[in-house]
Structures are given as structure tokens and as C-alpha cells.
């Protein structure tokens, strides 16, 4: 079971770049690494997918090493606007019942 | 955004009574699915559809059932509340399968006192 691990809060200053890691130490060989973002009061908002090496948006980029045991999602000069929680999301191969979100990274961006 | 709605967006129920909670999908998706998000828990999965009629289980659905009878539609029923089933309840879909991205609903709020 693909468990995930992040950190429970994160704080940055505005214009910073921020990285938040996760490790899914039990990441199975099909599966692929996805990030949400959820802010109060909303369902959680795709942000990146990944399956190795390093993915990049217009909003974040997405860094997996070699044995795909951890991961971090990379957000380039935060502002206000990025103060969420951040979810990491590892799928099992074949159902759904494996999937599991982390309990979720609250970062706070301030001035 | 994705044409997901959540029906009642808020209900306050007493322990013992049914409670359904209705997801409407405008989007055409084969997948649909049910969370639950508690503090200190993050989101977890309670169901999950992946065509009409057919529906599995996911982590925490000991308590919940589930129906799919039309493709834009996925009911969620708790037979008989409990106050441990207090908590946001969260729709999704998805296209092509578990690791495509998930669209979210906007929620639905329940107290059971």
C-alpha cells in the first residue's frame, strides 16, 4: 500500500520558491505521482502528474528521483494567493480502494 | 470547472436517520467517486464507480452505500447516521481511469447530532 508522508505545515515569504517533499516509499512500479492543491471551503484542484525525472507546468514543476520513493512538488515565487493545503496522491495499479491522499501540506504564504 | 454538483451542499440529520447525498456529473466521466475529509485525516476514499452500475470500495466504507444508475449520477447513502460519519463529503470524476485527474465537486457539509 503506497502510503504517503509530507510535512503538516510549511511557511513562506511572498516571491519565494517553495518545495514540498513526499515520500511514498512503497510506490508501486505502474504507479504515477499526482499533486492537488484544496483551499478552504473547495474540493481539491489539480496541479501535476508526474512518473520519473521532472515534469513542469505553468504553475509547478514536479521532481522524482531515480527510485521514485519521494517526490517534491516545486512552486516558483509563491504569493498570497498559493496559502492552501497541497495534497500528493500515489494511485495503485488497477483500483482505486489503494488510492490514498496524504493528510496534505498547509503552507501559509506572507508578506 | 468541470460540471460536477453536490446535492445538498449542507444538511444537519439525527443519528439513525438515512441520508443521501446526491453527485451529478455533466461531463460524460466513467469515473465517479466519494471522499470523505476529517481533520487530522486528509481525504479518504469511500467508494468509487467505474461505470453504471458497477461500484467498489475503497478505504472507509464500512457504514456507506452507494448507487449508480445513470452515468451523470452516483448516490451516496448512509443508512443509518451516525455522528462519526460527521464530516465534508466530496464527489469526483474522472475520464480515463484511478490516476487521471480527478475533477472535485464543491462538497457537501453534514452534521449528524
Known amino acids: 500500500l503506497a502510503k504517503t508522508t509530507q510535512p503538516i505545515s510549511m511557511d513562506s515569504y511572498e516571491g519565494q520558491e517553495v518545495n514540498i517533499t513526499c515520500s511514498h516509499n512503497?510506490?508501486?512500479?505502474?504507479?504515477?505521482i499526482t499533486w492537488y492543491q484544496q483551499f478552504p471551503s473547495q474540493g481539491p484542484r489539480f496541479i501535476i502528474q508526474g512518473y520519473k525525472t521532472k515534469v513542469t507546468n505553468e504553475v509547478a514543476s514536479l521532481f522524482i528521483p531515480a527510485d521514485r520513493k519521494s517526490s517534491t512538488l516545486s512552486l516558483p515565487r509563491v504569493s498570497l494567493s498559493d496559502t492552501a493545503v497541497y495534497y500528493c496522491?500515489?494511485?495503485?495499479?488497477?483500483?482505486?480502494?489503494?488510492?490514498?491522499f496524504g493528510t496534505g501540506t498547509r503552507l501559509q504564504v506572507t508578506l | 470547472d468541470a460540471g460536477i454538483t453536490q446535492s445538498p451542499r449542507h444538511k444537519v440529520t439525527e443519528t439513525g436517520t438515512p441520508v443521501t447525498l446526491r453527485c451529478h456529473q455533466t461531463e460524460n466521466h466513467r469515473y465517479m467517486y466519494w471522499y470523505r475529509q476529517d481533520p487530522g485525516h486528509g481525504l479518504r476514499l469511500i467508494h468509487y464507480?467505474?461505470?453504471?452500475?458497477?461500484?467498489d470500495k475503497g478505504e472507509v466504507s464500512d457504514g456507506y452505500s452507494v448507487s449508480r444508475s445513470k452515468t451523470e449520477d452516483f448516490l451516496l447513502t448512509l443508512e443509518s447516521a451516525t455522528s462519526s460519519q460527521t464530516s465534508v463529503y466530496f464527489c469526483?470524476?474522472?475520464?480515463?481511469?484511478?490516476?487521471?485527474?480527478?475533477?472535485f465537486g464543491p462538497g457537501t457539509r453534514l452534521l449528524v447530532l
Open positions: 512503497n510506490i508501486a512500479t505502474n504507479d504515477y
Open positions: 464507480s467505474y461505470g453504471v452500475k458497477d461500484t
Open positions: 469526483a470524476i474522472s475520464d480515463q481511469g484511478f490516476q487521471e485527474t480527478q475533477y
Open positions: 496522491l500515489v494511485g495503485e495499479t488497477g483500483t482505486a480502494s489503494k488510492l490514498t
